[in-house]
């Protein structure tokens, strides 16, 4: 008689903190929403690849990041950290992550004064070395938008391979209802 197939890893348990040379990055809070009003969540150029419009109000931001509060606490969906500079404590964007048995997907926004730093393949290239020091975990990945040659150069700083196109795959409410082209970067293990 065969035994019984292994029971899956169970889903690693993220970092409450973690610092990069210039970064420090602790899960987003409600408390954050005026901080990430005024640094990202009111730019429509910063949200026009993402899949949520800017925001008219700290109040709106406050909403989202509850459901972000309820994410962290219950260990499911997209839980995202809010990252500051180290020297100043200023807040300047955030990166996420959700899993889904052994990949890990990830998603990020910085402001647009903060643009061109390297700050953001300095958040993902840590996130994405955590993860695939995980037991269970074999693929970290992103994508984004086909127009979108920044973010698939953050993807490839942090050493993830051009996976391929998704053809109609996401839609990005600041350019309209119907599916856009993503492209696909992964690192596995
Ligand atoms: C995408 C984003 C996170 C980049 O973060 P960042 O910390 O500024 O990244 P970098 O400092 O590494 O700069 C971006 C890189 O892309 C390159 N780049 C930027 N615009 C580009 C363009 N139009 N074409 C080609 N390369 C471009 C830059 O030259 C740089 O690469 P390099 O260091 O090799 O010269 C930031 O621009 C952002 O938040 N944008 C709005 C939100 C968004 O699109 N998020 C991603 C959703 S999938």
Same mark, same amino acid.
């Given at each position: 008689m065969s035994s019984p197939a292994p029971a899956p890893a169970a889903a690693p348990a993220l970092p409450l903190e973690f610092t990069t040379p210039r970064l420090v990055a602790r899960p987003t809070r409600v408390a954050d929403a005026p901080e990430i009003f005024a640094a990202y969540a009111a730019d429509p150029l910063v949200t026009r690849y993402l899949s949520w419009r800017h925001h008219a109000s700290p109040a709106t931001v406050a909403e989202f990041l509850a459901h972000g509060e309820w994410a962290w606490a219950t260990g499911a969906g997209h839980r995202g950290y809010a990252l500051r500079l180290?020297?100043? %404590?200023e807040l300047v964007g955030s990166i996420g992550l959700e899993i889904k048995g052994p990949a890990v997907m990830f998603g990020y926004v910085l402001g647009r004064s903060y643009w061109g730093n390297g700050y953001m393949p300095e958040a993902l290239v840590h996130l994405v070395d955590w993860a695939l020091a995980q037991? %269970? $975990?074999y693929r970290a990945w992103a994508f984004c938008d086909a127009d979108n040659p920044g973010s698939a150069r953050v993807m490839e700083k942090a050493g993830m391979e051009f996976e391929g196109r998704l053809r109609?795959?996401? $839609?990005c409410p600041e350019l309209g209802d119907e599916p856009r082209d993503c492209v696909v970067y992964a690192r596995v293990r």
């Open positions: 180290r020297a100043t %404590g037991p %269970g $975990v109609r795959w996401h $839609v």
